[in-house]
């Protein structure tokens, strides 16, 4: 089973900053990574599929990097509406499919 | 427009049995893998497995392999998910959610139900 962390767990913004996200998986999964919006309440929402591409309807100031291991989250400026969980999700090696941990992105 | 739609929230005791759905609607349903996930109270994502309604054809998380049972009846466009025995530590909120794969690419789940909340107590 390939293993996602992601770091840090809760990541405090002041609005118009940028908002860097982490997450690293236990073993290569190229490019097979998406990443998910939860908000208190609500179901997940995928955000970003393939590293890097944003899904449907989502704002651009998402984006997404990385391949292998390492994969990052960007909010370039972070607004009210983003205060959320974020989780990582690999889909190379399946099943089973993986989420990370999640980070909370708090509004400073 | 996409939508899953999942049963109401559901109160049971520790051994009963309890099945769950999710509607499907607003595109082809034999088309795309419907997965379900687990949310227990305060923590992350946990996926239990996928059913692609057109066989049937359907994967488990070891994790879950046993404790659960997914089927789908694709003359409702429906997805289940049934436990035999409820354990306490059951208590969560299970989503169902469409897992986008077109053109032979896997592209994450792009579409979720609203969650069903499932408490279990004595």
């Known amino acids: 089973e390939i293993v996602m962390t992601q770091s840090p767990a809760t990541l405090s913004v002041s609005p118009g900053e940028r908002a860097t996200l982490s997450c690293r998986a236990s073993?290569?999964?190229?490019?097979?990574l998406a990443w998910y919006q939860q908000k208190p309440g609500q179901a997940p929402r995928l955000l970003i599929h393939?590293?890097?591409t944003r899904a449907t309807g989502v704002p651009d100031r998402f984006s997404g990097s990385g391949s292998g291991t390492e994969f990052t989250l960007t909010i370039s400026s972070l607004q009210s509406e983003d205060s959320a969980l974020y989780y990582c999700?690999?889909?190379?090696?399946?099943?089973?499919?993986?989420f990370g941990g999640g980070t909370k992105v708090e509004i400073k | 427009e996409v939508q899953l739609v999942q049963s109401g929230a559901e109160v049971r005791k520790p051994g009963d049995c309890l099945k769950i759905s999710c509607t499907a609607s607003g595109y082809s349903f034999t088309n795309y893998w419907i997965g379900w996930v687990r949310q227990m109270p305060g923590k992350g994502l946990e996926w239990m497995g996928i059913?692609?309604?057109?066989?049937?054809?359907?994967r488990y998380n070891p994790s879950f392999q046993g404790q659960v049972v997914i089927s789908v009846d694709k003359s409702i466009t429906t997805a289940y998910l049934q436990w035999g025995s409820l354990k306490a530590t059951d208590a969560a909120t299970y989503y169902c959610?469409?897992?986008?794969?077109?053109?032979?690419?896997?592209?994450?789940?792009?579409?979720w139900g609203q969650g069903t909340l499932v408490t279990v107590s004595s």
């Open positions: 059913i692609y309604p057109r066989d049937s054809d359907t």
């Open positions: 999700q690999q889909y190379m090696n399946w099943p089973p499919l993986t």
């Open positions: 073993q290569s999964v190229s490019f097979k």
């Open positions: 959610a469409r897992w986008d794969s077109g053109a032979g690419k896997d592209r994450g789940f792009d579409s």
């Open positions: 393939g590293s890097s």
